[in-house]
């Protein structure tokens, strides 16, 4: 199976701040990778598709980039919506595995 | 607009099952892909497996494979997912995901609310 590892798993920042999260994958996945966001007591909101694509809806203030192995979800300007989990997602090879997860909390 | 309602929340024993049903609305059930994703207290989300609508060809996890059955009724745009043998384990919220009728695009563009499953000894 393919080993997602995100980091960091949590993060603490203030609004307006630009905050980056990175996910590893244990093998190239190509740009076979998803980024979803999550608040308590919810399900996931699909935010990127194919590494850098937006989903439908989602503000431009998040961005996705990177390929093969490594991988990153930029917040540019946070917004009081913006705390809460994200979890990176492959797509390359079945088992589809998520990553750990990572908090972005109020600093 | 794109819905996905799951049935309500179980209490089950060690060894029992759990059906867990996920009513589609508002697009066409046998153009997407079905998938099951749980999440234990704390823990990442863990995929289970898939059902294709339209053929009924289904894919699961190793991990699951021989526990898990995951059935659609296309006539009630509903898919199910069956998980046996159950363990304290098991304990999560069990969700229902569409994805895309594209080729390898397997990520999720709608997700139901949520089942919680809980399994005392």
């Known amino acids: 199976d393919i080993q997602m590892t995100q980091s960091p798993s949590t993060l603490s920042a203030s609004v307006g701040d630009r905050v980056t999260i990175t996910c590893r994958a244990s093998q190239s996945i190509s740009r076979w990778l998803a980024w979803y966001q999550q608040k308590p007591g919810k399900a996931p909101n699909l935010l990127l598709s194919k590494a850098s694509t937006l989903a439908s809806g989602v503000p431009s203030r998040f961005s996705g980039s990177g390929s093969g192995t490594e991988f990153t979800l930029t917040i540019s300007g946070l917004q009081p919506d913006d705390f809460a989990s994200y979890y990176c997602?492959?797509?390359?090879?079945?088992?589809?595995?998520f990553g750990g997860g990572t908090k972005v909390e109020i600093k | 607009q794109v819905q996905l309602v799951q049935s309500g929340a179980e209490v089950k024993k060690s060894g029992a099952s759990v059906k867990v049903s996920c009513k589609a609305s508002g697009y066409s059930f046998t153009n997407y892909g079905i998938h099951w994703v749980r999440q234990a207290p704390g823990q990442r989300l863990e995929w289970m497996g898939w059902?294709?609508?339209?053929?009924?060809?289904?894919r699961y996890s190793e991990k699951f494979q021989g526990r898990v059955t995951i059935t659609r009724d296309t006539s009630a745009s509903t898919a199910y997912m069956e998980l046996s043998s159950l363990r304290s384990e098991d304990t999560a919220v069990y969700y229902c995901?569409?994805?895309?009728?594209?080729?390898?695009?397997?990520?999720?563009?709608?997700w139901g609310q949520g089942t919680l499953v809980t399994v005392s000894s």
């Open positions: 059902i294709n609508t339209d053929s009924g060809n289904t």
């Open positions: 997602q492959q797509y390359n090879t079945y088992p589809l595995t």
């Open positions: 995901a569409r994805t895309q009728p594209v080729a390898g695009s397997i990520y999720f563009d709608g």
